[in-house]
């Protein structure tokens, strides 16, 4: 348990960094939030998981070329749909 907790606060202080990053890679496997949302689910906080790739989706709604923003807003919602 003392890793998973170390983990989190590992995964929090990421996110607070992420928050920082104005623009989300095109494709959603490499974005900062979706991975950090990845692995808050597989630490078992699936509310900040899904918290996370909500961050994700709303920056990844931001991307102009719209066949690259449908691609990554596909992405985001299939892992949502994941868990």
Not at 27 to 39: D, G, I, M, T, Y
Not at 57 to 75: C, D, K, M, P
């Amino acid at each position: 348990m003392g890793q998973t907790n170390q983990a989190v606060s590992s995964l929090n202080q990421a996110l607070s960094i992420a928050k920082t990053i104005e623009s989300i890679s095109v494709v959603p496997e490499r974005s900062l939030f979706w991975l950090l949302a990845q692995k808050y689910a597989i630490a078992g906080h699936q509310p900040k998981a899904l918290e996370t790739l909500s961050q994700a989706r709303q920056i990844a709604s931001t991307i102009e070329n719209e066949q690259t923003r449908q691609q990554a807003l596909a992405g985001i919602i299939q892992q949502q749909e994941g868990w």
